[in-house]
């Protein structure tokens, strides 16, 4: 059975698990844009061979703020309570920056969505993150597993 990516990447790196339950939600929404990211990257690339160009395009309105909010409020039903928790500290944080072409609501909606998904990455629950993932593709009825 393969290693979880972020065990994996501790293991090689020599670095110790930290209890990430002490972390900020705006550090876990740091790391979850980021698998987030890498989940719908990975989701169109291996589909096929695709222009670069085009690949960018559709990857970038998935992972913005707007699609974040509307991935989160699709998802809200199905949240255990750990992550619905999740999910407010990181709504209810101060960011400092701003979301491009994003409304503030959006913008904490994402925070929030992402903040989700960094839990669950480091908490090694990748196939949380793509049953999550996969449902709010679904619900939003995005073309990307087509």
């Known amino acids: 059975m393969a290693a979880h990516l972020n065990e994996y990447l501790n293991d090689k790196f020599g670095i110790e698990g930290k209890d ?3 972390y900020s939600p705006l550090t876990l929404a740091y790391i979850g844009d980021a698998i987030f990211d890498v ?3 990975s989701i169109l ?3 096929g061979n695709t222009a670069v160009n085009k690949l960018h395009k559709r ?3 998935i992972v913005k703020a707007g699609t974040q909010s509307a991935f989160i ?3 809200m039903d199905d949240l255990t309570e750990e992550e619905a928790d999740i999910y407010r500290r990181g709504r ?3 960011p400092h920056t701003k979301a ?3 409304t503030t609501m959006d913008y904490l909606d994402a925070t929030g969505f992402e903040a989700v998904v960094g839990y669950l990455y480091l908490t090694d629950n990748m196939d949380r993150i793509c049953e999550l993932v996969q449902l709010g593709i679904e619900r939003l009825g995005l073309d990307i597993l087509e």
């Open 20 to 22: 990430i339950r002490t």
């Open 39 to 41: 989940v719908v990257r």
């Open 100 to 102: 491009k072409n994003a």
């Open 59 to 61: 990857a970038s309105d």
């Open 73 to 75: 409020k699709a998802l």
């Open 92 to 94: 209810n944080s101060k």
């Open 45 to 47: 690339v291996n589909k």
